[in-house]
């Protein structure tokens, strides 16, 4: 499950194939501008030319399988009436897939305006969400759709791991010693962690729902990409992922003000023990984040992922103090950030 990295085809490479996706001349006008999106083995350009537009050409390799089945999601998500980019083309083959084009506004370029102008940006994005947490893995499965492995108890297991191999033994292996980081990696509490959470009946979660992958569009609302992740799992960690998103900043109040919103939705009140499940539903994903900027900053040479391990680092051992099951991590990562 670690990123594996490619070299990404420029421009001038894609375009003779998407003038033939599109039936154009060979020498019809076309301009191909690269897109620098996060941690993602893509590579995406924005298109415009001979063939109208402006649209969005993805292109993927054969490493990741779930690249290839963003298609066959956005369509299915399209039609349950989630705003998502309308599917122009999808090329297998080739790895291209044609997108709508949502413009260049994500949320996260909203994160230094006043609080009352974000708010309604972040209630749009949770009212979109929302609609894909109103269904489940037996619509998906009813339209044949493949997605990934639902997050049962070996999927959270294996976030665990991938913090403990990339993030405490790789970012932090001079600071905590090895045999503590052992002790840490084997404690009972992990199992009843990802035992607890997967007894959970689950919806369809986004999986990397984060302030990057929700465009705002002209008329206010918002728009999701990048859910090629889409699989079963729990409302919470989506909106773990959003709430304690390490990109921007989010005041406690403000939290709290975005959940009361997403539980005041058509079907999404909230239930017993809702608190715990959300805050351990944050410390996986934090602790999945912490893991993949581990991985991308030091072993796949995206050194940028490595500006955000402090504000993560110190959201997850807030976040960790609040549960039980968190305490000895909180104090190794106190150990580790100090």
Known sequence: MSLVSSPAPTASELAPAVRARLNLPPLAELELEPIEKGGSDRAFFRVRGAAGGPFILARYGPSRPENARQGDIT????????????VLFHDRAAGLLGLEDFGGRDLWSFRERPWRERRPLYEAALREVRRIHALTPADAAAWGMELELQFDAALYRWEQHYFFEHALDGLWADRVPVEERARLAIRPEWDRVAVELAAKPRVLVHRDFQSQNVMILPDGRA?????Q??????????????????YVTLAESEREELLAFYHALPGAARGEGFAREFALCAM????QALGAYGNLGLNLGKKGFLAHVPVAAERLRA?????PEGAALAEVLRKATD
């Open 75 to 86: 369509a299915f998500l399209d039609a349950k009436g989630v705003r998502v980019p309308h």
């Open 284 to 287: 996986q994903r934090l602790m």
């Open 223 to 227: 728009g999701l990409i990048d859910f």
């Open 229 to 246: 992740g889409l699989r079963g799992g729990l409302a919470a960690y989506d909106l773990a992922s959003l709430l304690y998103d390490p």
């Open 319 to 323: 976040v960790a103090q609040t549960v």
